[in-house]
């Protein structure tokens, strides 16, 4: 089992920034990826950024040049640097963990991002 606690959610006004952190604990071992999911009200959870390696990241478009995803293994931390947040950027962001031998996606409770002024 993995557990996944996120934090640093909030109210921005647009061209704000925030920085969401992912707490991972348990049985690490077999996570391949990690990534940061979205979803606004009325809609389908979509794909922020995931992680794989220091060297590979991989964003949405409509995330890429704004966003940040990044990563301490030492402490089994998971980061998104979010700059010139928007309002369409407001959603629950969830922190994701995929298991490639479990073929499992672990999910935390997810923090609201409002950007409104």
């Known amino acids: 089992q993995v557990q996944l606690v996120e934090s640093g959610g909030g109210l921005v006004q647009p061209g704000g920034s925030l920085r969401l952190s992912c707490a991972a604990s348990g049985s690490l071992f077999s996570i391949n990826r990690r990534g940061w999911f979205r979803q606004a009200p009325g809609k389908e959870r979509e794909l922020v950024a995931i992680i794989i390696s220091d060297t590979y990241t991989n964003y949405a478009d409509s995330v890429k040049g704004r966003f940040t995803i990044s990563r301490d293994s030492a402490k089994n931390m998971l980061y998104l640097q979010m700059n010139s947040l928007k309002p369409e950027d407001t959603a629950v962001y969830y922190c994701?963990?995929?298991?490639?031998?479990?073929?499992?996606?672990?999910w935390g409770q997810g923090t609201q991002v409002t950007v409104s002024s």
């Open positions: 994701n963990a995929y298991s490639g031998l479990q073929k499992y996606d672990y």
